[in-house]
């Protein structure tokens, strides 16, 4: 199994962007496929996007409107979530996770066997 843990949320003023790292530990990391997920205050867990193992493939929803970029570095078992021109409904916990499955990649929370424990993205007006 792989332990998550979560790095660069804080607070942002809106037009600004954010970097968030999310590092693995404790197995091999370029075997799951990485994903981001969010949950603002009072709302559901929201699928940000996703990066195949290789980091080739990555597949983001619609609703980030192209201003969020995933990358990952194998070597570092380091997945990066980098977010450009933040809006304050960009507010939320942040989520990584990981799929141990065949290195296809899904935006189905279910999917994802294990969790980071999140971090706080504030953006201000």
């Known amino acids: 199994q792989v332990q998550l843990e979560e790095f660069g949320g804080g607070l942002v003023q809106a037009g600004n962007s954010l970097r968030l790292s999310c590092a693995a530990s404790g197995d091999t990391f370029s075997i799951y496929v990485m994903g981001w997920f969010r949950q603002a205050p009072g709302k559901e867990r929201e699928f940000v996007g996703a990066?195949?193992?290789?980091?080739?493939?990555?597949h983001y929803s619609d609703s980030m409107e192209g201003r969020f970029t995933i990358s990952r570095d194998n070597a570092k078992n380091t997945v990066y979530l980098q977010m450009n021109t933040l809006k304050p409904k960009d507010t939320a916990v942040y989520f990584c996770?990981?799929?141990?499955?065949?290195?296809?990649?899904?935006?189905?929370?279910?999917?994802?066997?294990?969790w980071g424990q999140g971090t706080q993205v504030t953006v201000s007006s």
């Open positions: 990066i195949g193992c290789s980091g080739a493939y990555t």
């Open positions: 996770a990981a799929d141990r499955g065949f290195c296809t990649v899904t935006h189905t929370e279910r999917l994802y066997n294990y």
